[in-house]
């Protein structure tokens, strides 16, 4: 009896997670959506790209963390399954501490290697979307946090606020005609405020989770974890971002503006990805937790096959709408527009087919066994792009990245996943068993 509550309550909350997860990932999708076509007429073709190729940037930066977000999303889903509310809040002040330090660095350095590296209106564009990026970066835990004990509707509901408060910000600074820097940093800033004010929301409806002393061991086992989830996050974001900086770099800047507004209406794919799976890690690490296997492995299969189809049946469905979504949202065709997208549904099918089992290495804390393949992928990848990129064939560059995936990262990730589970289930010789009641 006791086992099946636990289950449903788990089944309800991810249930929950997701269906919420809709709401605010439809609206982080509707702020570059609503934004791209502004920023597109407002920055112009060659500024756009800059713009563009600086917030792939960021996505290929997110490791800038020390990886100590993932780290501390594993940490406390673990803890919450064991009951550890003490730890929880030791791992969460030694989190912000680390998180702060790396900032304040980041800040003081980026202005001075951005300077030598780019001049003039590029510069301030680079430099404004990179320090915002750092300057948010400690504030972003509290999604980490909301999702490692399974608070994930609240995290939705930020993120919702945030993309609004972007768009009309954004707005804003165009109607006032804001040098392109400053319309940037309007774009950009809004969701860091909401971050904080979320975060002292949060710890006063829950004080139990306030963040409580910082704790040397637990300040090194995140940075010990974290340093293994950098490296792979360091892969995974320059291995699936490299389109737009390789594109710059062979056919210029130009050609970027095509494939970005384009590949930005196939990113649906990849926040629905996200939707569907992100709730998963922490369920599947505090379930582990409690030595419920069981539900883990039936829960991946289902959401393996449920995720692939359902992707892929929402693409098929952008290829088809794309036409006149692309007339009504910029007010016009780009080259190759169907084949780009196409290139990324496939790849986005394979990568939600596999999801389950990452977030399931990811729950265990096995990130070495992530990295190695990941490895290969870049190198194979980005040597297949600049080669495709040279015949002028945009879409080519996005089929790589799918062919690599299903090639050298999904196998891996499955048998890894399965062979843990099944490694862990015979050493806690207990299939099932219960621990303490969750916080």
């Keep these: 009896m ?66 100590i977000g993932n780290s501390l999303l594993t940490r406390i889903a673990t803890a919450s399954g064991q009951g550890r509310l003490e730890d929880i809040q030791s791992y969460i002040a030694s989190a912000y501490v680390a998180l702060c330090s790396v900032a304040g660095v980041a800040m003081v350095l980026l202005p001075l290697i951005c300077g030598l590296l780019v001049t003039g209106e590029a ?22 946090i909301l999702y490692g004990l399974q608070r994930v509707p609240f995290s939705n509901l930020l993120l919702t606020i945030g993309a609004v408060l972007s768009v009309l910000c954004s707005l804003v600074a165009i109607g006032l005609k804001l040098p392109n820097w400053a319309v940037a940093a309007a774009y950009g800033a809004p969701p860091i405020l909401v971050n904080l004010v979320g975060a002292a929301v949060f710890f006063a409806l829950r004080p139990e989770f306030r963040p409580g002393a910082v704790r040397r061991s637990h300040l090194f086992d995140l940075l010990k974890l974290g340093a293994r989830f950098a490296m792979l996050s360091a892969l995974t ?15 210029g800047s130009e050609a970027v503006a095509a494939y970005a507004v384009t590949a930005r209406l196939g990113s649906i794919l990849s926040l629905l990805i996200l939707t569907l799976f992100m709730p998963l890690w922490g369920a599947s690490a505090e379930a582990l937790a409690r030595g419920d296997y069981a539900w883990v ?41 169907h084949l780009i997208l196409i290139a990324i549904i496939a790849t986005s099918t394979i990568v939600a087919a596999t999801s389950p089992y990452n977030m399931i290495l990811n729950a265990f804390g096995r990130i070495t066994v992530q990295v190695y393949p990941w490895a290969i992928f870049v190198v194979l990848s980005a040597v297949a792009k600049v080669a495709l990129a040279g015949t002028g064939q945009m ?10 995936y299903a090639v050298v990262i999904a196998p891996v990730m499955v048998v890894a996943a399965r062979r843990g589970l099944r490694e862990h289930s015979e050493a806690r010789g207990s299939l099932g068993k219960v621990a303490p009641t969750s916080v």
């Design 2 to 67: 006791a086992m099946r509550i636990l289950r449903d309550d788990r089944s309800r909350r991810l249930v929950a997670a997701i269906v919420t997860g809709a709401g605010g990932r439809a609206m982080a999708l509707v702020a570059p959506l609503v934004a791209t076509p502004l920023m597109l007429t407002y920055f112009g073709d060659a500024d756009f790209g800059v713009w563009a190729t600086a917030v792939s940037l960021t996505s290929m930066a997110v490791f800038s963390d020390l990886g």
């Design 123 to 144: 510069a301030a564009m680079l430099v404004t979307v990179l320090v915002i990026f750092f300057a948010g970066l400690p504030g972003t835990i509290i999604y980490q």
């Design 237 to 251: 974001a320059i291995g699936l971002n490299l389109d737009n900086v390789i594109i710059a770099a062979v056919m």
């Design 297 to 337: 492995a039936r829960t991946a299969r289902r959401m393996s096959l449920f995720g692939a189809g359902f992707v892929s049946v929402a693409g098929i469905c952008l290829v088809l709408a794309s036409g006149w979504v692309m007339e009504l949202w910029v007010g016009r065709i780009f080259p190759q527009q």
């Design 395 to 404: 879409w080519l560059v996005a089929a790589a990245t799918g062919i690599a």
